[in-house]
């Protein structure tokens, strides 16, 4: 049987054939920075990112995710340049990715169309539509998913009141088995307003501290084999027994 390319490796081949470079998860202790983590896009060496992607192992952590899954509907808010739009339609190939981007510079409101055309051009099933989340979710889930989600990707506004805004607006489209994906959680210390939105309507929500953003996965019913995710990606009682206990919780004493 052929070997099939990872969806990594044909990520950065796709941007690479429209003319672009990108660099992601450059090690902060040698990069001496931890500034180039997240997912940027050049021309040439020149920096062109508006609105960061998400880093490669976030990439492999969705990639995973949707091995345990069968995603049809997906929904994202937050487009930027198109990385994690791209990234779920590789790694979903029997499903319909959507996503708003309110594209408010011109960096992100050109990657709105150019999306949408690399997309095309790769036979990936990829809507990009420009509004504003949460306004405009409701609309585009009827128009585009026939108003069912089987997982959404929050990664727009980065603040407590739009995260609960969002999650708000998205679980009418939900189903028992929806997974929400909230990325940035721990970095931009939005734990306080996910919680708050889970807490209105309550819903199991996990963190995964093996995420470089601290990405939160929400669901009523995670799906068969996600209890070796979560001991993968740092959301299980050993994280939290070093958390708590620091090197001490799996360092024996000399
Ligand atoms: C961090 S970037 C998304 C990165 C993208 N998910 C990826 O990994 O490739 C955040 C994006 O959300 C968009 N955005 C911010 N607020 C929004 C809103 N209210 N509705 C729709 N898009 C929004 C920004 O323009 C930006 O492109």
């Given amino acids: 049987m052929a070997k099939s390319k990872s969806v990594a490796l044909r990520l950065f081949e796709i941007y690479k ?10 090690e902060p202790e040698y990069m001496k920075t931890d500034k180039f983590v997240f997912t940027r896009l050049y021309i040439g060496h020149m920096n062109q ?16 995710l949707s091995s345990l899954a069968d995603f049809k509907n997906i929904f994202i ?17 029997q499903a319909k990715v959507v996503a708003i981007e309110i594209g408010m510079e011109p960096f992100t409101e050109k990657w709105i169309e150019a999306t949408n ?7 990936l099933n990829v809507k990009v539509v420009q509004g504003s989340s949460p306004d405009n979710n409701a609309e585009i ?14 990664d727009g506004l980065h603040t407590n009141e739009a995260v609960q805004k969002d999650f ?12 929400y994906g909230f990325h940035d959680v721990l970095a931009h210390k ?10 209105r309507n309550p819903i199991p929500t996990q963190i995964f501290f093996a995420t470089p953003s601290g990405i939160a996965l929400a669901s009523a019913a995670f799906p068969e084999g996600f209890d070796v995710f979560c001991d993968l990606y740092g ?10 206990k620091g090197v001490a919780a799996v360092v024996p004493a000399a």
């Fill in 168 to 179: 708000d607006s998205l679980r009418p489209f939900g189903h028992e088995r929806t997974i």
């Fill in 141 to 154: 889930i009827e128009r585009e998913l026939g108003g069912s989600i089987d997982f959404a990707f929050v």
């Fill in 117 to 123: 055309i690399i997309a095309q051009a790769e036979g």
């Fill in 77 to 93: 808010i937050g487009n930027s340049f198109g990385f994690s739009t791209l990234a779920l339609a590789l790694m979903n190939p």
């Fill in 190 to 199: 939005m734990v306080e307003g996910l919680s708050a939105a889970v807490g």
């Fill in 49 to 64: 990112t508006y609105h960061l992607g998400i880093a490669m192992r976030e990439i492999a952590f969705l990639e995973s």
């Fill in 235 to 244: 959301s299980n009682s050993l994280t939290q027994a070093i958390l708590q």
């Fill in 17 to 26: 054939k429209n003319g672009f470079m990108l660099s992601s998860e450059l």
